[in-house]
């Protein structure tokens, strides 16, 4: 059965931390998959956005970055991934967010492809600034990904910003009380949950 983005793929309660989580196990070296490797899960994840993404009423209807655009998306979901990441183990590393705004700026600055009708182009990226309203043309996922980071940069409440115990994903709580501690509990709390019943029927006496 070949790979495909569900509802908890996009857990991460903004657009940017759901790119950034595109990275499965990504601190182990053996079992880390990169879904972005993949040309066309990058397309589809634009398309599964739109259904499933926290923030896809905010975007509008999300179309693929271009191809000649990706590295610097990739670059840019790096930078994300870094620099939320230290902030949500309060490291001070004033180096990762210049990183990070070094990367936002890569995205939002490169130009349209020669060729490309510059009504369509202008019309985007005035879409994702909310400056227009009717029929939208549909906002480039690297676009969209960058004013994401922005937004996130201005700064969720304190500890609203998580790294989830189990797949080490990066999440917003949107909990009340700020007490939510997986990413998905259908998926990651369960998991914990059944590995502690299973360490806890190992350690227990037989009769």
């Known amino acids: 059965m070949g790979f495909a983005w569900t509802a908890h793929r996009f857990s991460g309660g903004a657009l940017a931390l759901d790119v950034a989580n595109s990275v499965v196990l990504r601190f182990d070296a053996e079992r880390r998959i990169d879904r972005f490797d993949d040309p066309a899960a990058i397309d589809a994840f634009a398309g599964a ?36 990441r230290a902030l949500v183990r309060t490291e001070d590393r004033p180096d990762l967010l210049a990183d990070l705004l070094e990367a936002i700026a890569a995205v939002l600055r490169q130009p349209a492809p020669a060729g490309k009708g510059t009504p369509l182009d202008v019309a985007t990226a005035h879409s994702a600034l909310g400056l227009i309203s009717g029929p939208e043309p549909g906002t480039p996922l690297d676009v969209a990904t960058a004013h994401s980071a ?58």
């Open 49 to 84: 956005a739109n259904l499933y993404g926290a923030e896809r009423k905010r975007f509008g209807p999300l179309i693929p970055a271009r191809l000649e655009r990706r590295n610097a998306f990739i670059g840019l979901r790096e930078a994300t991934d870094r620099h939320f």
């Open 150 to 207: 922005l937004g996130l940069i201005s700064g969720p409440e304190p500890g609203r910003l998580k790294i989830c115990p189990n797949c080490a994903w990066l999440f917003l709580d949107r909990s009340r009380n700020r007490s939510r501690t997986w990413c998905d509990m259908a998926v990651c709390g369960n998991r914990s949950k059944a590995r502690r019943h299973y360490r806890r029927s190992r350690e227990e006496p037989k009769p």
